[in-house]
């Protein structure tokens, strides 16, 4: 069923039109740890139905920043609202009603090593809802093949293979029709096919169901195919270097600091024209 | 090697043929024995007849030229082939080669290794003390909403902690009755008193080895797979992923582990007591001439009800200190495998080490207050 649908990857993922409502405002954010600073007064909005990548060096602080935007740490000064709420001030019944509206795809997947896929998949729904269980199980059958999945309810994580580990996970991260799905460096652990097809799927549920898609990503045949628009980060400056459209930023930016990661990215191989074309 | 010592200010060292791991000692020893002995101002070392070379080779070189700067003098490598050019665009020659790239023993002094352990000790104090506040937030939240509990985890872990310890806890309880009542019996047959085994074996067992024995078993079954579970889940970011869907990982994760615990180690303790009881009956009736109706009947004389009592908390004490403990390891557990590896040997260390002091605490606790 996922062929039928298939999005075919272009040269870039064109953003949808028209003006669109902030979902995600991020606002002055500062993150320490101990004495090191590692983001200094961060600002920068994601609207809602684009997919927005963060991009930057290793060790820039992209996984730091991402779990702000998730509520896991709290920030030393600044704030994030999801949808208008602040998610570094929520506690209690207020967060778990931001956290209902954001879905996470963590780096190494993060499935319950002891549930099975099934399981894993439901138990939010289980913790939330009434449901009976003959529903759960069309719920949990719907989402699999969502990222086109079969059979595999009854397995347990371990038994998957790493692209089927990162579908499961996707389809868990959906199972709540969250609006904001968070990604982190999504391709990793997958060989270049594994990972276009990965980046299909996320295009496929940002145009079927709206969702915007958040990526940290240094895949840079992932980011221009996939991200509307994209921030980078720096270590040195602790904060967001540049801001627009990934090609943009590719061909146009002055900052050496820009020029530098994307020509580091060349160097390594990775070039954002002949990847798409290219033989593993 | 050869060297050239027309002028004595500066120096040329030639290098011919091949350099590799085999003779990098010796090729390493002669040149510091070259440009350590005289005096010149500045070397040169010569490459031009270099066949191969290797890495080896090159940190002689580098090793070389930082012991030449490190005395003040200048260094110039020259005639480099392309294979040694290949291998110098890898590295950073600069920084390998700066005078205070050796590296230098750190004598760290005692008081400050002693500070840093003290400093240490209170940091892991303050975390265990912030994790016993937040594991009985939890406890309490989960008691007043009981269908919150997950149950089916509960009897997971109670299965595995009680059911499966049976063997081991019932063939070392049986064997420490064993040794007690041996070494009693030596010892009160001198004095023909051989029926009071029964009594000091009785109560060791009931009061104290037997909850201790117990409890330190468990803690090295038990306390240390739930490090284990749960640092792999925080490495894993599974821990992180329960955070972000809702649900309370002290809750999800240490609730139903340390409620095993708490409802198996009573069940564990008497059964241990029977065996230890067993032991001593084996030993005295075997050669204390005892009969087994006459040592039993010593030991129910000599055996309170709150004696029992006394084990049974003990015990529970220390159940409930494996478990927080094993648990805390867990969750502390960042960033790679090895960490999971140092949790638990921690959490079965750490629970081993406040049993003892918990005990000390009861044991003096019990003998002021408790029978009075
Ligand atoms: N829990 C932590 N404690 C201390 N330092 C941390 C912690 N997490 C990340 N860091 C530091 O923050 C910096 C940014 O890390 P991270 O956000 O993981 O980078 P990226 O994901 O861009 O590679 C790194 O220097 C890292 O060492
Ligand atoms: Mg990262």
């Known amino acids: ?280 | 090697m050869s060297l050239d010592d027309s002028h004595l200010p500066e120096r040329t060292i030639s290098l011919a043929g091949r350099l590799s791991l085999t003779d990098a000692t010796t090729l390493h020893e002669d040149l510091l024995n070259g440009v350590t002995s005289d005096a010149f101002e500045s070397l040169k070392l010569n490459l031009s007849g270099i066949e191969y070379f290797d890495s080896s080779a090159m940190a002689v070189v580098f090793d070389i030229e930082r012991t030449t700067k490190a005395a003040g003098k200048k260094f110039e490598l020259t005639g480099l082939t392309e294979a040694v050019k290949g291998l110098l665009t890898l590295v950073d020659r600069e920084k390998l080669t700066a005078p205070s790239a050796a590296k230098k023993p750190k004598p760290e002094r005692i008081l400050a290794q002693l500070g840093g352990g003290a400093l240490s000790f209170l940091a892991d104090t303050k975390a265990f003390i912030v994790f016993v506040g937040d594991a009985a937030g939890a406890m309490a939240g989960s008691f007043v909403n009981p269908r919150s509990i997950r149950w089916r985890d509960t009897l997971f872990y109670a299965e595995r902690a009680g059911a499966d310890a049976l063997p081991l806890v019932g063939l070392v309880s049986l064997l420490l009755g064993l040794i007690l009542g041996f070494q009693a019996l030596m010892q009160l047959k001198q004095f023909g008193a051989n029926i009071y085994a029964a009594d000091l074996v009785g109560l060791s067992v009931v009061c104290e080895l037997g909850p201790l024995m117990t409890c330190i078993l468990v803690a090295g079954r038990s306390g240390s797979a739930f490090a284990a579970e749960i640092g792999t889940m925080k490495v894993n970011e599974e821990v992180d992923a329960l955070v972000t869907m809702g649900f309370d990982p002290v809750r999800f994760l240490a609730v139903p582990r340390m409620l095993a615990l708490t409802l198996v180690v009573p069940v564990l303790i008497v059964y241990s007591g029977f065996l230890g009881l067993l032991g001593g009956l084996i030993v005295g009736v075997g050669m204390g001439d005892l009969t087994v109706s006459g040592y039993l009947l010593e030991s129910q004389k000599t055996i309170q009800l709150w004696d029992i009592g006394q084990g049974l908390i003990k015990g529970e004490t220390y159940a409930v200190v494996v478990g927080l403990v094993g648990c805390m390891r867990g969750f502390q557990a960042r960033g790679s495998a090895a960490s999971v590896g140092q949790s638990t040997t921690s959490a079965v260390v750490t629970a081993i080490f406040l049993i003892i002091i918990v005990d000390a605490v009861l044991t003096l606790m019990f003998q002021y207050f408790g029978r009075g």
């Open chain 1, 1 to 280: 069923m996922a062929e039928a649908t298939e999005t075919k990857i272009s040269a870039t993922n064109t953003a949808p039109a028209g003006k669109r409502p902030v979902i995600v405002q991020v606002r002055d954010l500062v993150v320490r740890y101990g004495e090191a600073t590692i983001l200094d007064s961060v600002s920068f909005e994601i609207y809602q139905g684009e997919i927005f990548a963060i991009l930057g060096g290793s060790g820039c602080g992209k996984s730091t920043l991402l779990r702000q935007l998730m509520g896991l740490e709290k920030p030393a000064a600044g704030n994030v609202l999801i949808d208008g709420d602040d998610i570094t001030a929520a506690e209690g019944d207020e967060q778990e009603k931001i956290l209902r509206k954001i879905g996470i795809l963590f780096q190494s997947g993060a499935l319950f090593g002891s549930m099975t896929v099934a399981e894993n998949i439901s138990l939010r729904l289980l913790e939330y809802s009434d449901l009976p269980q003959a529903m759960i199980d069309v719920i949990i059958r719907m989402k699999l093949s969502m990222v086109g999945l079969d059979n595999v309810e009854d397995e347990m994580p371990s038994e998957l293979s790493g692209g089927m580990k990162k579908r499961a996970a996707l389809a868990r991260a959906m199972a709540m029709d969250p609006r904001i799905l968070f990604c982190d460096e999504p391709s990793s652990g997958l060989d270049p096919i594994g990972a276009a097809e990965l980046d299909n799927l996320l295009i496929q549920l940002n145009r079927s169901l709206g969702v915007t898609i958040v990526v940290v990503t240094h895949d840079l045949a992932s980011i221009s195919a996939v991200a509307h628009r994209a921030i980078m980060l720096d270590k040195s400056v602790k904060n967001i270097i540049a801001e627009g459209k990934p090609l943009d930023l590719k061909e146009h930016s002055d900052n050496p600091l820009v020029k530098n990661f994307f020509n580091r990215m060349a160097e390594s191989g990775v070039n954002l024209k002949t990847k798409s074309g290219k033989e593993k």
